[in-house]
C-alpha cells in the first residue's frame, strides 16, 4: 500500500450524517459548494440543514502563498495547492506547520472536509517556535474536471477553534461537470401544461414538528381543449397531493389537497409536488412551512463552525409573555435592549469560548417559564462531537426526546426504532443517573423489520437543577449481530419538572 491510500485509511475524515438533521448539517450554508464532485454530499448533515464549502474559493490565479498566520500556528504556504491532478490518482503535498506562541501546542486531530483528502502531520507536539510537516494526499478517483477547493481543520489539544487550512486542486483528464461516462442523447423537450395552479405556491406557516396540515389549491384549465391530469408525485412522502377529478374541460377547475406533515425537527421545510400532464411538461408545486413549537427560534441549532459564541431570538407564536429561565443551566444574558423582563421576543446570548472540548456536549438547553415550551434544545454543531468511525450496525429513530414539563412518577410513553436491527434482544436499556427509570413495556416490528421499543420514561424528581431541570442519557445496547463485540449507543433525555402546566 502507498503513503497517500494508507494516509486515506488511517484518516478518513468528514463529519458523518446526524440523524436528527434527516438531510446536517448542518441546512445552514445552503449555497452549493464551489467545485463539489456529482455524487460527493456537503457535510455535515442535519435535519434538511447542510454544511457546504461555497465560501472557501474566492481567487485562483495571481493569490499570494504567504504564510497564514493563527493565534498559535503559522501555515507554510497559507494554503495547499495541489495543481493539477490526473483523474483517478493520488497527488502529495506538504506545508510546514510552526508554533508561534511561548507554550507546547499539541496537534490532535487533523480533519479534512472531504474523504478524497487525508493528512498526517509529524511530529504532533510542537515546542515553542518548532515547526512540523503537515502531510497532504488528494485522491482524484471518481472526480469530475476542474477547479476544486476543500478545507482542512487543524484541531489542537484543548481548544474549541481549529486552525483552518484551505486546499485547492485542478482535476483534468476525467468527465466534464454534469456529464456522466455514458451521457445520455438529447431529448425533445414537451410543450408547457395549459393550466394554472392557485395558489402559484402554497406556504401553511408555522407548524409544529409532526403537525400534519391540509390546504385545497385550484387548478384551471387555461387551454381550448379538454385536459386530463395524470399522477401527483412528491419529493418526500411527508407532503400528499390529491385531486378530486383528473378530466377538464376548458376553462373547468378542480380542487387538489395537499397534506403536509412537519419535520420532527424544528426550521424551514420545504417540498414540490409534481403534477403531471400527459405529452406536457410536468408542473412543479412548491410547498413550505416553518416547523416549529409554541416558542419560535432563530436559529434552530448552535454552529460552533462559524465561531464559539452567537446569539438567538425567542419568540412566542401565541404573543403570550414569557421569562427566559436559564442558558445551559446558567443565567442568561440578554442583547438589543432586552431587560429580561417577560415578553414575547427575546434575543439571548450564548458562548462556549471557555469550555473546553472534552466538555463540550450535543444540546444546548434554553429554559423558559412559557407554559407550552419549559424547555428548548438546540443541537450543537462542532467537528469534535461527531468523530467517524467504522458503520454502526444500527441506529435509533431519535436522538433525544424533549419531554417538556413533567410530574414526578407519572411515566410518559414513548416508541423508540432500532433502524436496521432485525433481532428483538436488548443487552442494555438504562439511564446514566437517577433523574428518570426507563422500562421496555412492549416491542414489536415496524413495516421493514426493525425493531421498535414501547418504552415508559418515569421523572423521580431527583437530581434535578435548581430551576427543576431534568437530563440523563439513556444507553441502548444489543448483542453483536455477528457474534463480536456489544453494541451501544445513547439518546438524551430532557424535561422540566414544575406544577404551573396544564395536564
Not at 236 to 246: A, D, F, P
Not at 272 to 282: E, F, G, K, M, S
Not at 465 to 473: C, D, H, M, P
Request: aromatic content about 6%.
Amino acid at each position: 500500500m502507498n503513503r497517500a491510500a494508507s494516509l486515506n485509511k488511517r484518516l478518513f475524515f468528514g463529519l458523518p450524517a446526524l440523524w436528527a438533521f434527516g438531510a446536517l448539517a448542518l441546512f445552514f450554508m445552503a449555497t452549493p459548494a464551489v467545485g463539489q464532485n456529482e455524487g460527493e454530499s456537503p457535510e455535515p448533515k442535519v435535519g434538511e440543514h447542510r454544511v457546504t464549502e461555497s465560501s472557501l474559493l474566492t481567487v485562483w490565479e495571481g493569490e499570494s502563498l504567504e504564510p497564514k498566520v493563527g493565534e498559535h500556528l503559522t501555515v507554510t504556504p497559507g494554503r495547499a495547492e495541489f495543481g493539477d491532478v490526473q483523474a483517478d490518482t493520488v497527488k502529495e503535498v506538504e506545508v510546514k506547520v510552526t508554533n508561534t506562541s511561548d507554550k507546547p501546542v499539541i496537534i490532535k486531530n487533523i480533519r479534512p472536509s472531504c474523504p478524497c483528502v487525508a493528512g498526517e502531520i509529524q511530529p504532533n507536539r510542537l515546542e515553542p517556535g518548532a515547526t512540523g510537516i503537515l502531510s497532504l494526499s488528494w485522491d482524484s478517483k471518481g472526480q469530475t474536471n476542474g477547479k476544486q477547493t476543500k478545507r482542512v481543520w487543524i484541531f489542537e489539544e484543548g481548544r474549541n477553534k481549529p486552525f483552518v487550512l484551505d486546499v485547492f486542486a485542478n482535476v483534468f483528464g476525467g468527465v466534464e461537470p454534469g456529464q456522466g461516462l455514458n451521457p445520455a442523447p438529447p431529448q425533445p423537450v414537451n410543450p408547457l401544461p395549459t393550466l394554472n395552479v392557485d395558489p402559484p405556491s402554497l406556504d401553511m406557516g408555522y407548524l409544529r414538528p409532526e403537525e400534519k396540515e391540509t390546504r385545497f389549491v385550484t387548478i384551471t384549465n387555461t387551454g381550448e381543449e379538454p385536459l386530463r391530469l395524470g399522477g401527483i408525485s412528491s419529493s418526500c412522502k411527508c407532503t400528499v397531493g390529491e385531486l378530486e377529478k383528473k378530466d377538464l374541460a376548458p376553462g373547468e377547475s378542480v380542487k387538489m389537497s395537499v397534506e403536509l406533515k412537519a419535520n420532527k425537527n424544528p426550521g424551514p421545510q420545504s417540498q414540490t409536488l409534481t403534477i403531471r400532464v400527459p405529452n406536457a411538461q410536468p408542473v412543479k408545486y412548491s410547498v413550505q412551512a416553518i416547523v416549529s413549537y409554541a416558542v419560535n427560534a432563530e436559529p434552530t441549532f448552535i454552529n460552533m463552525l462559524q465561531g464559539n459564541k452567537g446569539q438567538i431570538s425567542l419568540q412566542a407564536l401565541d404573543e403570550a409573555p414569557f421569562h427566559v429561565i436559564s442558558v445551559d443551566g446558567e443565567a442568561p444574558v440578554f442583547l438589543d435592549g432586552d431587560q429580561g423582563g417577560a415578553a414575547a421576543f427575546h434575543t439571548i446570548a450564548w458562548d462556549k469560548t471557555n469550555v473546553p472540548l472534552e466538555d463540550l456536549t450535543h444540546w444546548l438547553l434554553v429554559q423558559t417559564d412559557h407554559p407550552e415550551m419549559p424547555l428548548l434544545e438546540f443541537r450543537v454543531i462542532h467537528l469534535s462531537l461527531y468523530p467517524v468511525g467504522p458503520p454502526e450496525p444500527w441506529a435509533l429513530s431519535d436522538d433525544r426526546f424533549m419531554l417538556g414539563w413533567m410530574t414526578p412518577g407519572e411515566p410518559i410513553h414513548k416508541t423508540l426504532d432500532l433502524v436496521k436491527y432485525k433481532a428483538e434482544d436488548i443487552s442494555k436499556f438504562e439511564t446514566s443517573n437517577d433523574a428518570f427509570t426507563v422500562a421496555i413495556v412492549g416491542k414489536e416490528k415496524t413495516p421493514k423489520g426493525d425493531l421498535r421499543l414501547k418504552i415508559a420514561i418515569t421523572p423521580t424528581g431527583k437530581g434535578l437543577t435548581s430551576t427543576g431541570v431534568a437530563k440523563a442519557l439513556l444507553h441502548v445496547g444489543t448483542p453483536s449481530p455477528d457474534g463480536g463485540e456489544p453494541f451501544e449507543t445513547k439518546l438524551y433525555l430532557f424535561g422540566v419538572v414544575g406544577e404551573g402546566h396544564e395536564g
